[in-house]
């Protein structure tokens, strides 16, 4: 079945550095591909997405690539903030979700902590 | 943009209780809203997909009798946790779509942290 597959965290960083983080998926036919932010003890936010092959998606200073023809779509951000720390979960809207239409499959997450 | 709320946020309660979660779609109509789980430091597990006027479907493994949903209109879906036990204790999170919108982004509430004493 479809599955998506990022990093292991957690990714430590220092301000400003530059972030990567790998995510890659397995899908029949187009999926549509998300990033989504998740906050200390809040819920989740949508950061960016794209919707068919070599669209960017970005928000905030971070951006991923819909990457057909290896099947990832990495998030990455030049020069990361300590408001950045978080948990990064990458998305993709699977077509088959029965009854419910489609339905997300997450990545098991990837948290990152800047510090300062 | 689009906004879900949920409530309440945080629950305590005693082992036994029913407690009922509310999932509001407040600027748009969701024929479809979502519920998830998520353990401390894991990621998100689907529970049940909750559908507008007819019944929810349920992920395998969830116990339906154990999780009720109902959703009796286009802005609201709820859960209840049936007779609840410490391990019920959980962080629950809904998300729904704008109606006719299926392949775009769910738009998540901000959660309740169930604790079952």
């Known amino acids: 079945g479809n599955s998506v597959t990022q990093m292991e965290g957690p990714v430590t960083l220092s301000e400003e550095a530059f972030l990567t983080i790998n995510c890659t998926y397995t899908?029949?036919?187009?999926?549509?591909l998300f990033w989504y932010v998740q906050y200390p003890g809040e819920g989740l936010q949508l950061l960016l997405k794209?919707?068919?092959?070599?669209d960017k998606g970005s928000n905030k200073g971070f951006e991923a690539t819909y990457r057909k023809e290896t099947t990832s779509f990495h998030l990455e951000k030049g020069s990361v903030q300590v408001s950045d720390s978080a948990v990064y979960f990458c998305a993709l809207s699977d077509s088959k979700g029965g009854s419910g239409g489609f339905k997300t499959i997450f990545g098991a997450g990837t948290r990152l902590f800047v510090k300062a | 943009g689009a906004v879900v709320s949920q409530h309440p946020s945080w629950v305590i309660c005693k082992s036994g209780t029913s407690v009922k979660i509310e999932c509001r779609s407040l600027d748009f109509q969701a024929t479809t809203m979502f519920w998830y789980r998520q353990f401390p430091k894991q990621s998100l597990m689907l529970m049940a997909t909750?559908?507008?006027?007819?019944?929810?479907?349920?992920e395998q493994g969830v116990e339906k009798d154990k999780f009720l949903i109902n959703h009796a209109s286009l802005t609201l879906s709820t859960l209840t946790v049936t007779s609840a036990h410490p391990e019920d204790s959980s962080f629950y999170i809904c998300s729904a779509r704008p109606a006719g919108q299926v392949n775009q982004p769910q738009h998540f509430g901000d959660g309740t942290r169930l604790s079952i004493l």
């Open positions: 794209a919707t068919k092959a070599d």
């Open positions: 899908a029949t036919g187009y999926p549509s």
């Open positions: 909750s559908n507008e006027g007819s019944k929810a479907t349920y």
